[in-house]
T-cell receptor, first 112, second 115 residues
């Protein structure tokens, strides 16, 4: 079985401050980890993924995520948040299966 | 190239009616997925196609739900005798081959409202 937990329903930060969105996962095999962002009334946009190799993964729009096997975490980060980063963020995991298991989502609000 | 497209973008129907939702995947993607997103919740997996074969239909909520896919192209999700609890956004995704580190790319979704 595979599952994802996003412990924070909401994250609020000021523009220019660092942004972190937390994600922990559970899989029986090797994890493939993904982050997606959803803007209002739009589908999910792919941000980045971890397959293997470097634990720090860089993605779109200045986002990055760090894979930590010992803590089973894959937190999303951005060094300097923008108001336009305000959206709903989903973490997802897959092991040897074809389907993704998604977290419940974290709403990010960046205030000017 | 073009992304995943879905139609209609919005559908309002009366309880008991049948609805058909359409998904056009990215050209060349062999894998196609349907998910459901209820208000304020995460994504719920419904069904997966590899080509026109659906190896796993276990996510379909009831026998009122069915889906088909023509070759490696269009897929339709049909909901018969709609109920109010079917109201949700239905998202389609496609990926190159399916599984592993393959990235799923999502369409904009169809918002279904059952009155």
């Amino acid at each position: 079985a595979q599952s994802v937990a996003q412990p924070e329903d909401q994250v609020n930060v000021a523009e220019g401050n660092p942004l972190t969105v937390k994600c922990t996962y559970s899989v029986s095999g090797n994890p493939y980890l993904f982050w997606y962002v959803q803007y209002p009334n739009r589908g999910l946009q792919f941000l980045l993924k971890y397959i293997t190799g470097d634990n720090l993964v860089k993605g779109s729009y200045g986002f990055e995520a760090e894979f930590n096997k010992s803590q089973t975490s894959f937190h999303l980060k951005k060094p300097s948040a923008l108001v336009s980063d305000s959206a709903l963020y989903f973490c997802a995991v897959r092991d040897n299966d074809y389907k993704l298991s998604f977290g419940a989502g974290t709403t990010v609000t960046v205030r000017a | 190239g073009a992304g995943v497209s879905q139609s209609p973008s919005n559908k309002v129907t009366e309880k008991g009616k049948d609805v058909e939702l359409r998904c056009d995947p990215i050209s060349g993607h062999t894998a196609l997925y349907w998910y459901r997103q209820r208000l304020g919740q995460g994504l719920e997996f419904l069904i997966y196609f590899q080509g026109n074969s659906a190896p796993d239909k276990s996510g379909l909520p009831s026998d009122r739900f069915s889906a088909e896919r023509t070759g490696e192209s269009v897929s339709t999700l049909t909901i018969q005798r709609t109920q109010q609890e079917d109201s949700a956004v239905y998202l389609c995704a496609s990926s190159r081959v399916g599984g592993g580190g393959d990235t799923q790319y999502f369409g904009p979704g169809t918002r279904l409202t059952v009155l």
